[in-house]
């Protein structure tokens, strides 16, 4: 994710991706980051450096996540085959050890700025294992298996405009990459109303 060049613009994050509307709920897997004092610290440190920064949502402690597999919205998925589809997890991910990830620097992407995620092995290994929990249950699993790359999303960009304010601030970051010890997935009902992703937990699946 280090190779790509850092973009000349910003674009909006929070347009309606197709599906999408004020009040939906969306079924997905995340790893959160609830319990991982190293990385809101390292969090803490970039929020301060990008606070005078225009037409950034800054992401809090508390919504800090890796996106790893969506699995329908709340309204086209039975909470029968949710939950289901949990279970398939809970054993799977069962088999998987914990593992260390190191997350940092942060990098500048069109719609975001992202703590990098390594290594990417480990992160891989459990999304095929919820890709593979969900084809427990379904025929196939939705989204497609390449193109991922594991990531934590510092601050979101909420209008169009010029990266270089935002590139600018992130060089000026000293703090060191942390590592955090990643013991679970959680599949979660996520919302988006408010310039921010949020949500409640539904189902942990910890990793053996």
Request: aromatic share 8%; no cysteine; net charge negative.
């Amino acid at each position: 994710m280090t190779d790509t060049p850092a973009p000349a613009t910003m674009a909006d994050h929070w347009w309606w991706r197709p599906g999408w509307r004020t009040g939906r709920r969306f079924y997905t897997w995340h790893i959160t980051f609830a319990a991982s004092t190293d990385v809101h610290r390292l969090a803490a440190d970039y929020r301060q450096a990008l606070a005078d920064v225009p037409g950034l949502d800054l992401v809090p402690d508390q919504w800090l996540h890796l996106t790893m597999q969506g699995l329908g919205f709340t309204d086209e998925v039975s909470e029968t085959d949710a939950r289901a589809i949990a279970d398939a997890a809970i054993r799977r991910l069962a088999k998987l050890p914990a593992f260390d990830l190191a997350l940092g620097p942060a990098i500048t992407t069109p719609e975001a700025l992202l703590l990098t995620a390594r290594p990417a092995e480990p992160v891989h290994a459990v999304r095929l294992a919820l890709r593979s929990a969900i084809t427990d249950v379904w025929p196939t699993a939705p989204e497609p298996v390449d193109g991922f790359r594991p990531h934590v999303s510092v601050a979101y960009s909420n209008t169009a405009g010029p990266a270089r304010p935002a590139s600018d601030a992130l060089a000026g970051v000293t703090s060191h990459p942390v590592t955090a010890r990643i013991t679970a997935a959680e599949l979660i009902v996520l919302g988006r109303d408010r310039h921010m992703y949020e949500w409640d937990t539904y189902a942990h699946a910890s990793l053996g």
